[in-house]
């Protein structure tokens, strides 16, 4: 992979934020497909902060799965093989399904 990966991107320096502003995309996404009007993102985070403690805390699991997947990608570019099974081990115990679908998509 030739392209440039910088430090001080949203991606890299507030992963969790990159998640959310991406989770919110897809709900509005999926407003539009049922031709419903889109929320704000105000009222997106009003919704979510309804949740129950248990889905919150699945859904901070898989972002963390999610980041520590990122993480190992990088470190097998970089061919750190440490920090690949680190990151790798700790993505399968957050989501083993998450890594299933990656391996099945990457075999696809």
Known sequence: MNYRIHFTSITHSNPLKSIE???YAMHCIHLRRAEKLEISREEFDRIRAQDSIFTKAN?????????????????????NIS??????????????RYVVAIIINRLK
């Open 21 to 23: 502003a991406a989770d």
């Open 59 to 79: 859904r901070l699991r898989f972002s963390y799965a999610q980041i520590y997947s990122k993480k190992a990608k990088y470190a097998a570019m970089k061919k």
């Open 83 to 96: 920090r690949f099974i680190f990151s790798s081990a700790v993505t399968a115990l957050l989501s083993p």
